[in-house]
T-cell receptor, first 109, second 114 residues
Framework: SQQGEEDPQALSIQEGENATMNCSYKTSINNLQWYRQNSGRGLVHLILIRSNEREKHSGRLRVTLDTSKKSSSLLITASRAADTASYFCAIQGAQKLVFGQGTRLTINP | DVKVTQSSRYLVKRTGEKVFLECVQDMDHENMFWYRQDPGLGLRLIYFSYDVKMKEKGDIPEGYSVSREKKERFSLILESASTNQTSMYLC?????????????FGPGTRLTVL
């Protein structure tokens, strides 16, 4: 399956701590994307990393990609209560995006 | 900013009813997608479309059909709703000729079939 698999399924940390989520996949990819979903809402695109890139930053977000290990990680630094959401990785293959099942992140005040 | 809208946030229908879910995007995107999202199963692609009057089956098309008569509008149709179609339905759009195929999502429709 091309689907990404996120790990952990759920993560609970204190506000101000860093949160790290991982995504593993099994096939070759064109790019890998991360999305956020607030409870009961649609998904919002966070960041895209191409298959020839190893690291990318956007504000408090840092994404890494290791194509040899077929894995990616999303790091959120200095977490805030507003970061509470589900985070999905999405694998871009030939035509479609295939989403993983997500990591549920809870930031405790 | 891209805006994707869906006709309803919440919908309650009865078994056997014909259900229409509408999605409209305002950024002239060629691609449009319908997903359903269920706990523990993530997002699963139902149908997608690369152009007007064009459709492709996704991973779980059974029990659904779609219509794309205009570029900005993509409709999902449940011909005869069943209780196992109770779910969150998400519409998305993206550009066609882009290797950076970011998708833009609507707010979702939570459908309950009784």
């Amino acid at each position: 399956s091309q689907q990404g698999e996120e790990d952990p399924q759920a993560l609970s940390i204190q506000e101000g701590e860093n949160a790290t989520m991982n995504c593993s996949y099994k096939t070759s990819i064109n790019n890998l994307q991360w999305y956020r979903q607030n409870s009961g809402r649609g998904l919002v695109h966070l960041i895209l990393i191409r298959s020839n890139e190893r690291e990318k930053h956007s504000g408090r977000l840092r994404v890494t990609l290791d194509t040899s290990k077929k894995s990616s990680s999303l790091l959120i630094t200095a977490s805030r209560a507003a970061d509470t959401a589900s985070y999905f990785c999405a694998i871009q293959g030939a035509q479609k995006l295939v989403f993983g099942q997500g990591t549920r992140l809870t930031i405790n005040p | 900013d891209v805006k994707v809208t869906q006709s309803s946030r919440y919908l309650v229908k009865r078994t056997g009813e014909k259900v229409f879910l509408e999605c409209v995007q305002d950024m002239d995107h060629e691609n449009m997608f319908w997903y359903r999202q269920d706990p523990g199963l993530g997002l699963r692609l139902i149908y997608f479309s690369y152009d007007v009057k064009m459709k492709e089956k996704g991973d779980i098309p059974e029990g659904y059909s779609v219509s794309r008569e205009k570029k900005e509008r993509f409709s999902l149709i449940l011909e005869s709703a069943s209780t196992n179609q109770t779910s969150m339905y998400l519409c998305a759009s993206s550009r066609l000729l882009s290797a950076l195929n970011t998708q833009y999502f609507g707010p979702g429709t939570r459908l309950t079939v009784l």
